[in-house]
């Protein structure tokens, strides 16, 4: 068994002998997030995994995110962690239910939040992630239906932001569901003037009273224009690693989910689901790696691409 210390540089040594690049979500563990080359959301992401010139990227992040740097980069290898690291809103959209659902309504245009399967990308028109959801709805004619799978709490944000109706998928993500405004009520007790800082994965009460609704990369430029001294970050805690070294001079405080008495923030199990042992050990033996049917993956390219022209 080796310490952190000791994991940190093996993990930096293989990089470098393999071409590897590390690209890290802000919900990994904070030594994660330290090592990685870059460290995003899922649209900064995605753009690295397109422009990336190295051999291997080991993704340290969810299935759903490693499939997207996989369809990107068909000739690269593809590593993750841990295979299990899933996702609530991509199991909530299996890919039988979603084509009966395009069948059901075959003049709809599906767009489809990155949180989803490669399967569930290859029959969508058009991906969006948090941060571009609102410019890719605009970007659709008026008049033309749509159909929004799989986070039905962001699909009604994005029907109040945008004013265009569309058919949502009944899908919505574990832990920002799991936000408790009872609590959050709590923390405004201590800090009364702290503002609620939420991704629009949240519940549409809790957006309702938030200061700033944003993806993660959204909500950490919120924080270092915004000038006021204390937020409640209602997102997966990682963030707050990045955020803290941002504005270290601010209050953050990760808001209170349900199940949580003692008042801590909510983690995503899956996120956590990389260690920097795991992830030593993926680099190491070149395994686990994502594998994709061919045709699966030219089909889901499309979506992807036409996403990333247009954000
Ligand atoms: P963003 O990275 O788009 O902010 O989404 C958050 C999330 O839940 C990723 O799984
Ligand atoms: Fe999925 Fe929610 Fe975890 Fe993001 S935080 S990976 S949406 S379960």
């Known amino acids: 068994m080796y310490n952190s210390e000791e994991l940190k540089d093996k993990i930096l040594k293989l990089k470098k002998e ?3 690049v590390i690209l890290a979500h802000y919900y990994q563990e904070e030594a994660i997030q330290d090592i990685a080359d870059f460290v995003g959301d899922s649209l900064e992401l995605s753009r690295k995994a397109s ?3 190295s051999e291997i990227i080991v993704f340290a992040g969810v299935h759903f995110m490693a499939e997207t740097a996989k369809i990107l980069n068909p000739n690269k290898k593809v590593l993750l962690p841990d295979l299990d690291a899933g996702c609530s809103l991509a199991d909530a ?3 039988d239910e979603f084509a009966n659902f395009r069948y ?3 003049d709809h245009l599906a767009i489809s939040y990155i949180n989803c399967s490669a399967e569930v990308k290859a029959m969508s028109d058009l991906i969006c992630t948090s941060a571009n959801a609102v410019k890719i709805i605009q970007s659709i004619p ?3 239906p749509i159909l929004f799978a799989p986070d039905k709490n962001l699909g009604k944000y994005l029907i109040r932001e945008t004013g265009r109706d569309m058919l949502l998928w009944e899908g919505a993500c574990m832990v920002h569901e799991a936000f408790s405004i009872e609590k959050i009520m709590e923390v405004w007790k201590k800090y009364p003037k702290a503002k609620l800082v939420a991704h629009p994965e949240s519940e549409p009460h809790l957006l309702k009273v938030a200061d700033f609704v944003g993806s993660t990369s959204a909500m950490l430029k919120f924080v270092q224009k915004d000038d006021h001294p204390s937020y ?3 997102t997966e805690a990682g963030i707050l690693h990045e955020m803290q070294k941002a504005v270290p001079q601010k209050v953050l405080i990760p808001a209170p989910s349900h199940e949580n008495n003692t008042c801590a923030c909510s983690e995503c199990a899956f996120m956590k689901m990389n260690s920097l ?3 030593y050990q993926c680099l190491k033996l070149g395994a686990p790696e994502i594998t994709l049917d061919p045709d699966i993956q030219t089909k889901a390219l ?3 691409q036409k996403m990333l022209n247009i954000s």
């Open 18 to 20: 393999k071409n590897a």
């Open 51 to 53: 422009q990336t010139d």
């Open 93 to 95: 959209c299996s890919a």
């Open 104 to 106: 059901q309504y075959p």
């Open 142 to 144: 008026k008049g033309q």
């Open 232 to 234: 409640i970050i209602a």
């Open 277 to 279: 042992e795991n992830l």
């Open 302 to 304: 499309l979506p992807i």
